[in-house]
């Protein structure tokens, strides 16, 4: 095997020039391969963090996944008179048990829920008015369920607690009607109640209609200003392992009857983009190594073609075929090799150089940077993709060498 190695090593450097152009397409293949999947990776890992803390892991509403049917329909379904304008009795929509609910919830292990009662109201301060969405929840157990105190700008979350009167707002919502903590907002609901309620905290989320229309008070109060006294919409959970909430959500769903939505499916169409995004960016960066593996596949091509008659004389010697294919194989593998030791560390400082870079999106008040993923797999991936692709190179020419017959070109036959 050394000797194979060594006669492999001697026809590179026989052909240093085309070797070394062989090498740097190896090594920038790696490089830029490299830092483009890291930075699409860290875009991601960025995104479904983001999209993971600031929402809940599952929703549970008010609702049914399938709408129930009309009692008179499930006791005759086959009758020959038709009914008509059936109307459903009013009535004041919720959770019903909610309680119970909970119980049942907190029986699962790795799993917080509250309760949320979600409604429209109005705010008006000085003459402006802006509808918004008001979020009534327990301030006890709010940091539980919602990252909101990581984004508050101004107060706390906890400030709710006690706090009956008091409401969070969002930054675009103050920016909007010139509001700042310790101004009273008076907020009148669609049936009528109205309150007027002081700021006890403002939070920035980083989404401009979230910012603009979410508010934050007591339930107590909230129940109130929308009249379903002791009534919530919507049980919000968090889990200890996030990625678990399609599972867990089905079984909820299967335990409780109500529609339970995990932020994988909510997000199913950004989901799927991510993942034609990826498809795409892997196919444009690995025609970079395509192209690069031609190189190898041209200097043991011309390498093959000029060394008949070394192949015929290590036939004649007892060399197998296999032992051929070894050879020319090797000097793909060598450099595969020798370009992720060089791209490797190429590709490391163009994925520095990319965290250096700050923008600021059009609409945004915040400068962001690149977000890039350093994780051991982008550099597997990397390394992985170039020998695979040094080795198909180098594999063709290598049977083609391994297939001459040595008596042949002894002869000066073709």
Known sequence: ?????????????????????SLSGIVLGVAFFL????????????????????????????EFRTARKQPVYEQFPDALVGLSNVKPLTETRGLRGYQRILDTLHSFPGLRASPVLAGQALVSFAGDEEGITLNGVVPEEINDVTSIQEHMVKGKASSLIGNSDGIIIGEGLARQLSLDMGDVITVASGGGQVRALKIAGIFRIGRSSYDRNQTFVDLKRAQALLGRSDRVNTLIVKLDDPYAARDVANQIEQRIGYKSVSWQEASEDLMNTLTIRNTIMYTVVSAVLVVAAFGIYNIISTVVMEKHRDIAILKSMGFHASDIKYIFVTQGVVLGIAGCLAGLPLGSLLMLALM????????????????????????????????????????????????????DILRGGT
């Open 35 to 62: 830092a483009i999947s890291s930075l699409m990776q860290g875009s991601e890992k960025d995104f479904i963090r983001r999209l993971v803390d600031n929402t809940p892991h599952i929703t549970i509403s008010d």
């Open 1 to 21: 095997m050394r000797l194979l190695a060594a006669i492999a090593v001697k026809h590179l450097l026989a052909r240093k020039r085309q070797s070394l152009v």
């Open 356 to 407: 250096q870079i700050r923008m600021k999106p059009p609409g945004s008040s915040e400068i962001v940077s690149m977000p890039i993923d350093w994780s051991w797999m982008q550099f597997a991936i990397a390394a992985g993709f170039a020998l695979s692709a040094s080795v198909i190179a180098a594999l063709l020419p290598a049977r083609k060498g391994a297939t001459l017959h040595p008596v």
